[in-house]
């Protein structure tokens, strides 16, 4: 049996930025709008944590029975391990996905944007076919384009449309910012598992491109949240905070231009991630002052 920290790894807390962020970003779009609704917002990152910690379990449950965690470093794996069943671990996953769903559903009768129920039972399935199912979606290099797809507009926009009923410039440039970062933290994960991932037949968009051509795309992700961040300072000066972010972007870098591989790439995730929370708090700061 898995014990409470075993389990509570297994939700793999460092991840968990990457749900927080783009929400933050979101409810501080709607502000600048006149939008925002604490109780909206609340559900939202109800919903998103939810969606974080049920693909997380999947994943563990998934890549766990298929084999491929076996050889890999990193993150605490329950299936892997062999501390828990497979089986309670895909009850987890199921029983966190079941929670965003009753946190979305409510909070799509509170606002009366029931189209966005579509949306829901969309992010749900994805959730879950990443690396479940007979096809996984995440074995066949697909995997980077819904991160930046779910993590950033469907995240970020869908909070700020559901609280305000439209899209703005800012919200589209902090959707585009939450997905690079999520995105840069997915390929500097793949990068660490090249080796492990072409052994397991996994088929990700690092092992296409190969080490080389995988370091310069994290490196143009972690890019474009700060060209976002002059461009939304254009008409909000202070959202120029969001430059606090770029110290710890830079200790991920120095990382990736050195040829760090394996556990020594893990910082980067770390670092990527992070720097995600920070631009996204100074961002939506600023947002809301303004």
């Known amino acids: 049996m898995a014990t409470v920290v075993q389990w509570i790894s297994g939700t793999r807390p460092r991840t968990l930025p990457n749900s927080i962020a783009p929400v933050l970003v979101g409810a501080g779009a709607a502000h600048h709008i006149d939008g925002f609704d604490l109780t909206w917002s609340l559900l939202a990152l109800v919903v998103s944590l939810a969606l974080q910690v049920g693909v997380n379990y999947a994943n563990d449950y998934s890549d766990g029975i298929r084999g491929t965690d076996e050889h890999r470093v990193g993150p605490f794996r329950l299936v892997g391990s ?5 089986r309670s671990v895909r009850l987890a996953a199921f029983a966190a996905l079941g929670v965003a769903a009753v946190a979305g559903l409510v909070l799509i009768v509170l606002t009366g944007r029931y189209w966005m129920l579509a949306l829901g039972a969309v992010c749900i399935a994805a959730a879950w076919f990443y690396t479940g199912g007979r096809k996984p979606y995440g074995y066949s290099g697909l995997g980077e384009l819904a991160v930046f797809l779910f993590f950033g507009p469907a995240a970020v926009l869908g909070t700020l449309y559901v609280q305000a009923g439209e899209i703005t410039g800012i919200g589209i440039g902090g959707a585009i910012a939450m997905g690079a970062f999520s995105t840069g933290v997915m390929i500097a994960n ?13 088929r990700t968009l690092a092992t296409t491109l190969g080490d080389k051509d995988s370091r310069r795309l994290y490196l143009g992700l972690v890019t474009i949240p700060f060209v976002i961040t002059l461009a939304i300072s254009l008409r909000v ?24 591989k394996g556990r020594d790439l893990i910082p980067v995730l770390q670092h990527t991630g992070f720097a995600m929370l920070v631009w996204a708090v100074a961002t939506t700061a600023t947002l809301f002052l303004a």
């Open 82 to 86: 062999g501390a828990a069943n497979p």
């Open 237 to 260: 000066p202070l959202a120029l905070l969001g430059f606090l972010a770029l110290p710890l972007v830079a200790l991920g870098v120095l990382r990736v231009l050195k040829g760090s």
């Open 190 to 202: 793949s990068l660490r598992d090249i080796p492990t991932d072409v052994q397991a037949g996994k």
